[in-house]
């Protein structure tokens, strides 16, 4: 079994400030997932990746595959980015391991 | 968008009655998913398919089964629901080394 750790498990910040989101797993993965989840809304897909960094806007993700870790990064956070974040691992065949999530709280 | 759409987006049930939840995808996936999504759990997978009749169990399977009769379609069905099966469940889709789309989700009440 694949265990995910995410950490914190609740964050609050203010406007502007640099945000960073940590997850863990146990077994060797093929991929690593960040997702988000706005209040009461749908998931949304941020990233895919199996190696080094990926930067989209003020997002940025990045994984170390020897130390079984990966972070999300949000650069001058806005209350917008007030949402759970996801960390999730394809480790056996097509499947997924969720870890459960970080409320990222922004405020104004 | 991906084109996943969930229906329905709610419902609420009697103790022992059956219940099925459609996935649709017009996206022509390979991969489909269902998952339960409960208040400190992550999302936990219940069924997925690989493709046409083909599906498998996942971690939180009793209780539930699948269908898959055509590429578009993925129903999850409850045999005789129960309290413990009140939850929010969401279907995603994806193909081979490409990240996951997600529905809506569909918020089930078993009363």
């Known amino acids: 079994k694949n265990e995910v750790e995410q950490s914190p498990q609740n964050l609050t910040a203010q406007e502007g400030e640099f945000i960073t989101i940590n997850c863990s797993y146990s077994?060797?993965?093929?991929?690593l997932h960040w997702l988000q989840q706005h209040p009461g809304g749908g998931i949304v897909s941020l990233f895919m990746l199996s190696s080094g960094k990926k930067k989209h806007g003020r997002l940025i993700a990045t994984i170390n595959i020897q130390e079984k870790h990966s972070s999300l990064h949000i650069t001058a956070s806005h209350p917008r980015d007030s949402a759970v974040y996801i960390c999730a691992v394809r480790w056996r065949g097509e499947k997924l391991t969720f870890g459960t999530g970080t409320r990222l709280t922004i405020i104004p | 968008d991906a084109g996943i759409t969930q229906s329905p987006r709610h419902k609420v049930t009697e103790t022992g009655t059956p219940v099925t939840l459609r996935c649709h995808q017009t996206?022509?996936?390979?991969?489909m998913y269902w998952y339960r999504q409960d208040p400190g759990h992550g999302l936990r997978l219940i069924h997925y398919?690989?493709?046409?009749?083909?599906?498998d169990k996942g971690e939180v399977s009793d209780g539930y089964s699948v269908s898959r009769s055509k590429t578009e379609d993925f129903l999850l069905t409850l045999e005789s629901a129960t309290s413990s099966q009140t939850s929010v469940y969401f279907c995603?889709?994806?193909?081979?080394?490409?990240?996951?789309?997600f529905g809506q989700g569909t918020r089930l009440t078993v009363v």
């Open positions: 996206e022509n996936h390979r991969y």
């Open positions: 398919s690989y493709g046409v009749k083909d599906t």
């Open positions: 077994v060797g993965i093929s991929a």
């Open positions: 995603a889709i994806r193909e081979v080394n490409t990240e996951a789309f």
